[in-house]
Structure formats: structure tokens, C-alpha cells
């Protein structure tokens, strides 16, 4: 069974940080690019920032861009998104996503396969 798992959400006070996860499981991770979106209440959903399979290159929203980082562990299937400095406008369900073909971050708004999203609070 396909599957993507993410986890590390929680509550944090502005300025504070958080380290998201996204476990994969029934194919190997390594293979594809991976996104991370996130939604708040009322908006769009935004791609964040993704990390590609060939040479691990990334992207970055501007509005995140100097604050995470987006990284893999292809011996634990995971890849992760460290959050610091973060605002209250951060808060959001993040969603971690792939369409299980590509290796470039050119594709984000095809991704079909998505985890079940983990919740991020930043209070001011």
C-alpha cells in the first residue's frame, strides 16, 4: 500500500521551530521529487518547498525562503521540513505530496499522492 505519513506538527509560540516528517511507505522515496503544501483557513493551497531525486536541488516559496529547509533520509524513507523562525501567518495543515514519476520539483501541481497532513500552530 502506497503511503506517505506526516508527523511533527504541533503548537509553538512565534519565532519558535518545528521539524516535520514525511514517512514513506510502499515505494521508495528516493525515486521521486517530494513537496511540502500547506493550507490555512480560507486560503489556497501553497506549495512550500519541494526537493528533487537527481541531485537533490530545492526550491523554496518566498514566503519561507531562508526560514526551512527541506531534506531527505533515503535510509529511513523520510523526508523532513526544519521550520524556525516561525511566523503566525506559517500556520497551517502542511501536506507532504508526490506523483510518483518525477524526479524534477516542476510538477508540484500535479501531485497526486498525498499523506494526511499534520496541523501547525504559531501563536504571537
Known amino acids: 500500500q502506497l503511503q506517505l505519513v506526516e508527523s511533527g506538527g504541533g503548537l509553538v509560540q512565534a519565532g519558535g521551530s518545528l521539524r516535520l516528517s514525511c514517512a514513506a511507505s510502499?515505494?521508495?522515496?528516493?525515486?521521486?521529487?517530494i513537496g511540502w503544501f500547506r493550507q490555512a483557513p480560507g486560503k489556497e493551497r501553497e506549495g512550500v518547498s519541494c526537493?528533487?531525486?537527481?541531485?537533490?536541488?530545492?526550491y523554496y516559496a518566498n514566503s519561507v525562503n531562508g526560514r526551512f529547509t527541506i531534506s531527505r533520509d533515503n535510509n529511513k524513507n523520510t523526508v523532513y521540513l526544519q521550520m524556525n523562525s516561525l511566523k503566525p501567518e506559517d500556520t497551517a495543515v502542511y501536506y507532504c505530496?508526490?506523483?510518483?514519476?518525477?524526479?524534477?520539483?516542476?510538477?508540484?501541481?500535479?501531485?497526486?499522492?498525498w499523506g494526511q497532513g499534520t496541523q501547525v500552530t504559531v501563536s504571537s
Open positions: 510502499g515505494f521508495t522515496l528516493e525515486r521521486y521529487a
Open positions: 505530496a508526490t506523483d510518483l514519476s518525477g524526479t524534477e520539483c516542476d510538477k508540484m501541481n500535479e501531485y497526486d499522492y
Open positions: 526537493i528533487s531525486s537527481s541531485d537533490g536541488s530545492t
